[in-house]
Every structure is written in structure tokens, then in C-alpha cells.
């Protein structure tokens, strides 16, 4: 199977801002995932195709970096940081929380496909820790019933996107720092909402 | 005198202090015109040396000095580090997300200096909004000319590549940045040959933190000497710290070093929360020991913070009230480590997960008496010695950081480990 031509086009945009074809490598994964929902063999052949590697060392690159997940992280990542300012703050009591709102234990999917909850290391957040992330969008200041509403939001309601500002007002608090003016995009998926992905869109 | 640099334009536009319209409202890319005008590249190069600045992303070696290093050779490039990882380390993200622009400048003010056409600018993948946030800064500045070719009618022409990287704190290392910028895994490269010499594409590079080449611009516009005249010898200018953990007002704050630790934590970070007890406080980011109330009047700079046995780092303070289960702490530290460890070298690989498995057992009332000794024992193979600043068997200094909380508690607090050990109840947070 061949990608679709919005994502050849972007694959070629992408290739265009590098000296060396295989620094783009990292890029296109994200392309791969958004793809096909998720990294699948065919989207690392397809990247390997793309910039001259072998299958086996593209595989090789994607394992190395936590954020390239196969297709079975369903809607949303939830990833709660643990590391010390988190930690020191309930962090822990957050992850216990949002993992038991949804039945799971970190590292898990729900039945339905729709959240994986994940330990993460330090998100940069720790100013307003504890702190979440949901598709790599960040929640600071929740607290374990926060992030209980948050988790149920996020299973019921199964936003098409979710951004920041509209997550931060209805289940955090404290913040790092100020935030300067509201983001009107959000992530559409599992993959870092950036423009050169197609994975940003304006908050539903 | 002046006691902000970085932060003034978001402290006085929070609304839109990452526009090109505020930014050029405020002064800024007037710098630019000027020196790409007035100004030999080998001028620029000058001022920074002369402003003694050095660098932020938590080794402190001086920017101009490295710049010096840099090869003669064609293609350079010049790579910015912005795979902010470090825990209690969130500076970055703030100068990413208000004031990009600034960063933009003092990057095309360095290209120039360097003879540099291609610049990355390495974010880490969990930052998607201060990426979106650059990569808008960095389309309007094509738009408006001072990206791309023959930028200002000066002749020198500069592009700009937002990169983001998947997930990985090692990345943070800049050999490691430049691997993973290859589309390779982010594993840190053997030293020398430094970048400077072999870097992107085995080609001469320049790896500066955010904060360092967010200071490039008053630099430049204001004089190397300027800054020379701003906080103690050795700790030039102001710095952006990341205050987190039991205190008041967490916080970035952008202050002169010098002060004292008393100063940064009771004044500017308004003290323990909850009118608690200071147990103890990390200084500069999850890597560096902890330090203890007996320093609190000891000046916050880089070389006495050195010479207490510990690091600024990357300015992340993380401080610990006499609640903290000092532990649980130490385990978090270790397991990020162990978690972040890339696997090359064996001390770092096996020894990190060692000490993350001891302390678990520790955490959770299964401790042994011969735990203590063994903590330490990993920890000198990681570290031979266990003195500071570290000795390494590794190829970076990964995982002589996991050492750091280790030490601490045993130097600190081993009465508290011990008797965890001996009681043998799981210890609450």
C-alpha cells in the first residue's frame, strides 16, 4: 500500500528541508503514524523507501524514541509525568487515579481503543506540577479528581481535538507560567500536533 | 542596572509577546539590521567572547569560546538545542512559546557571525505548542525577509529548519542531538572529535541551548562589555530559573546570579510551602547533588556552586520540604535515568537499572541491610570514586547523574535510609 497523496506531498515538503534525505526520517515517522493510525511495518518500509534506509534500520531508529506508537494506543495518550517535581507533588496519586478511572494499569489500552495511560518522564511542566499530557497537549496543576473528570471526558465525549487552553481551564491549575494567548490548535491524534504533520487543527 | 533580559517583552506584551508585530513593535530585529549593516561577522564574534556569557543548557561552557572552536570547513551549521529534558527544567518552554522571535534573531545574528547558512532548531517532541509557536515566528520572518536569501539586501542568506524529536532525554546531549538529527537512534557520540570540528553530517557545528542564544541579540545591541558588568565573575548576566517542588511560587525567574540560595528560595520563590521545614533542595536540574540548609547564604553561581560540590545545571531548582520521603525521591530521580539511559555503554545500562531495582525494594519495605553498600557499590562502577566533579566510565555523563541522588542520601540522610531498610514497612511519598 502507497501512502496518500496529501501525505506524499507532505513527505516531499518535508525531504525538501534537509541537507540529507535520512534526516527526515523522524518526521516521516509521525507521517507514517498518521497514516495509518498508529506505526505499522508497511509505514516503515514505507519510510525506509523515503530515505534510503533499510526497513530494519528505520525499526531500529523508531524503537529507540518513546513517542513512535504502533497502531494499539487507540485515540488518546494519556501520559502522566512522575519524575521528581511531579513526584514530589502526587503525581503518583494522579497516574493511580486517571488508571483507575479507566480500568487500566499504565501501559495499557482500554477495551474500546480509546485511552492508553502511560508513566511519563518529565514533560518540562514541573513548575505546575503535577502535570499531564493528552496527545502530547499539556494539563498542569491537576489533581487525582481533576484528572478522573478529565479521563472520563476524554472516554465519553471522544473529542475529535484536543487542545491546551480548553483542557487547562476545565481540569487544571496551577500553571509553570503564564501561558501568553490562547492556541487555537490542537493535536488530532497520538502524534504531536505540528503544522508540517497535518496533525494540528483548530479545537472543536 | 539591568536585571532582565530574556523575559522583559513577555512581562510587558503577555498578550502577544511572541509576534512578529509585537516583536518589531518592541525593537526587535533592529539589532539585526544594524549588524548585518555595520557589522564584521569576527565583530559579533568578539562581543560574545567579551560578555563572558556562558551557556544554559547546563555544561556553562563560555559561547564564545566554542564559537572560536569552529572549524574552518563549509558546509557549518548551527543547531539549537532545545530537547529541554532535564527534570525541575522548564525555561525553555517558556522562551519558546512567548518569545520566539528573540530566539530568531539571536540566531541569525550568530549564523552571520559564524559563516552559517542552515540552522535546526531541535525541539523535543512533547513540546508540540512551543514548536508550533516557532515554526510560526520562523514563517513570518521568511515573510517579512530576515529568513531565506540575501536576508536585508545584505547578502548573506540564512533557512531555518524546525525540528522535532520523538521522545528521548538523551537527545538533550548534543552528540546524541546530532545523531538523532541524522535519523539515527540518539545515542552520544565518543569525544573528541567535538562537533565544532565533526559535527552535522560530520561537518562543523555549533550546539547552543535557547536560553544562551536568546541572550545573542541585547548582546550584540548593547555590547559584550554590557553584559560583562552584570552579576559575579564566572556568572555573567542573568539566568532563568525553574523553581519547583515544595515551594510557594513556582516559577521561571529570570534574575542576576549572585544571590544568595536563602534569597532564591525564601524571597523570590517565597519559601515552603505550608510554612514547612527546608529539608533540602537540588540546584541545577535532576543530575546535580543536593545541597543542604547549612549553604543556604553560599552565592547562587556556577563556580560556587561547583565548589559545594554540585552544579547550576541547567538552573532547575527542585526543592524538598521535611515531609519528603527522601527515598521515594531518590528512586524517582534514578528510575528517569534508568529509564533514559540509550544503552551503549554497560555501567550506565546495568547500573541504572540496578540501583532503580534496589531502591524500589527499599520503597516498598523490602530493603536489606547489605542495600546500603550496595547502592554505593553500583555507583562506583558507574562513577569510580564518587567524587565531584564525577569521574566517568561512560561515553556521557548519563549515568554519572543517576549517581548523584544516591550520594546525597547516603552523605545526607543515611540514618533515614538505614532505618527504612531496618523497619521494613513501605514508606509513605
Redesign the interface.
Known amino acids: 500500500m502507497s501512502w496518500s497523496q496529501e501525505t506524499r506531498s507532505r513527505a516531499e515538503e518535508i525531504l525538501g ?4 534525505v ?6 516521516l ?2 507521517l507514517a503514524m498518521r497514516e495509518d493510525d498508529g506505526l505499522t511495518a508497511d509505514g516503515m518500509r514505507q519510510v525506509a523507501e523515503y ?1 534510503g ?1 533499510t526497513p530494519v534500520q528505520v525499526e ?3 524503537s ?5 506508537k504502533d497502531a494499539g494506543v487507540g485515540k488518546y495518550v494519556v ?1 502522566v509525568c ?4 511531579c ?3 502526587g503525581g ?1 496519586g494522579v497516574l493511580a487515579a486517571i488508571a483507575d478511572e479507566a480500568g487500566l494499569s499504565p501501559g495499557e489500552i482500554d477495551r474500546n481503543g480509546v485511552v492508553f495511560v502511560e508513566r ?10 503535577p502535570a499531564v ?1 493528552v496527545n ?3 494539563v498542569e496543576g491537576v489533581e487525582p479528581e481533576s484528572s478522573r473528570r478529565l479521563c472520563r471526558w476524554l472516554i465519553d465525549d471522544q473529542p475529535a481535538v484536543v487542545g ?1 487552553d480548553r483542557m487547562q481551564a476545565e481540569f487544571g491549575g ?1 500553571r ?6 490562547t ?1 487555537s ?1 490542537g ?1 488530532t491524534g497520538p502524534i ?5 504533520y497535518g496533525t ?1 487543527e483548530p479545537v472543536s | 542596572m539591568t536585571d532582565r533580559i530574556i523575559t522583559t517583552r513577555m512581562e510587558a506584551h503577555p498578550e502577544d509577546s511572541n509576534t512578529m508585530q509585537r516583536y518589531e513593535a518592541t525593537g526587535g530585529y533592529e539589532t539585526l539590521r544594524t549588524a548585518l549593516a555595520e557589522m564584521a561577522p569576527e565583530k559579533i564574534l568578539e562581543e560574545v567572547k567579551a560578555a563572558n556569557l556562558r551557556g544554559r543548557g547546563g555544561a556553562g561552557f563560555p559561547a564564545g569560546v566554542k564559537w572560536g572552536f569552529l572549524a574552518p570547513a563549509a558546509p557549518r551549521y548551527l543547531v539549537i538545542n532545545g530537547d529541554e529534558s532535564e527534570p525541575g527544567t522548564f525555561k525553555d518552554r517558556q522562551l519558546l512559546e512567548r518569545d520566539p522571535h528573540q530566539l530568531i534573531e539571536g540566531i541569525v545574528l550568530t549564523a552571520y557571525a559564524l559563516g552559517v547558512n542552515q540552522t535546526f532548531i531541535y525541539i523535543r517532541g512533547e513540546y508540540p505548542r512551543p514548536a508550533r509557536r516557532v515554526q510560526r515566528a520562523v514563517d513570518e520572518a521568511y515573510a517579512a525577509g530576515y529568513l531565506g536569501d540575501d536576508i536585508l539586501g545584505s547578502g548573506f542568506s540564512l533557512d531555518i529548519t524546525v525540528h522535532l524529536g520523538g521522545g528521548a532525554y538523551i537527545c538533550g546531549e548534543e552528540t546524541a542531538l546530532l545523531n538523532s538529527l541524522e535519523g539515527r537512534r540518539g545515542e552520544p557520540r565518543l569525544k573528541p572529535p567535538f562537533p565544532a570540528v565533526e559535527g552535522l553530517y560530520a561537518k562543523p557545528t555549533i550546539v547552543n541551548n535557547v536560553e544562551t542564544i536568546s541572550n545573542i541579540p541585547w548582546i550584540v545591541a548593547n555590547g559584550g562589555a554590557a553584559f560583562d558588568a552584570i552579576g559575579p565573575e564566572g556568572s555573567r548576566g542573568t539566568r532563568l530559573f525553574s523553581l519547583s517542588g515544595h515551594i510557594e511560587r513556582p516559577g521561571n525567574y529570570e534574575v542576576v546570579m549572585g544571590m544568595s540560595w536563602r534569597d532564591m528560595i525564601y524571597d523570590i520563590g517565597g519559601g515552603i510551602r505550608g510554612d514547612r521545614e527546608l529539608k533540602c533542595w537540588i540546584p541545577g536540574g535532576a543530575s546535580a547533588p543536593w545541597l543542604m540548609p547549612d549553604v543556604l547564604d553560599e552565592p547562587v553561581t556556577l563556580d560556587d556552586t561547583g565548589r559545594l560540590g554540585s552544579m547550576l545545571g541547567s538552573g532547575g531548582v527542585i526543592v524538598m520540604d521535611e515531609t519528603t520521603n527522601v527515598v521515594a525521591a531518590a528512586l524517582s530521580i534514578v528510575r528517569f535515568f534508568s529509564h533514559e539511559s540509550c544503552g551503549q555503554c554497560t555501567p550506565c545500562r546495568e547500573g541504572t537499572t540496578w540501583l532503580q531495582r534496589i531502591l524500589e525494594r527499599i520503597v516498598s519495605g523490602n530493603g536489606r541491610p547489605a542495600d546500603v553498600d550496595l547502592l554505593l557499590d553500583v555507583c562506583d562502577n558507574i562513577s569510580p570514586g564518587l567524587r565531584w566533579p564525577p569521574a566517568q566510565t561512560t561515553i556521557c555523563p548519563l549515568g554519572p547523574s543517576a549517581v548523584s541522588p544516591i550520594t546525597s542520601i547516603m552523605t545526607h540522610f543515611r540514618p533515614e535510609v538505614e532505618a527504612m531498610i531496618r523497619q521494613g514497612v513501605p514508606a509513605g511519598v
Not at chain 1, 509553570?176 to 494567548?181: D, I, L, M
Open positions: 528541508r534537509y541537507p540529507e535520512r534526516s527526515a526520517v523522524m518526521p515517522l509521525y530515505t534506509l531500529s531508529v523508531a529507540f524514541y518513546t513517542m513512535y501520559s512522575t519524575s521528581i517535581s513526584h514530589l507533588l503518583d511519563a518522564e518529565c514533560i518540562g511542566a514541573c513548575g505546575g506540577a499530557q502530547y497537549e499539556l491546551s496551577r509553570s507560567f503564564e501561558w501568553g494567548p492556541e490548535e493535536a504531536p500536533a505540528f503544522g508540517p494540528a
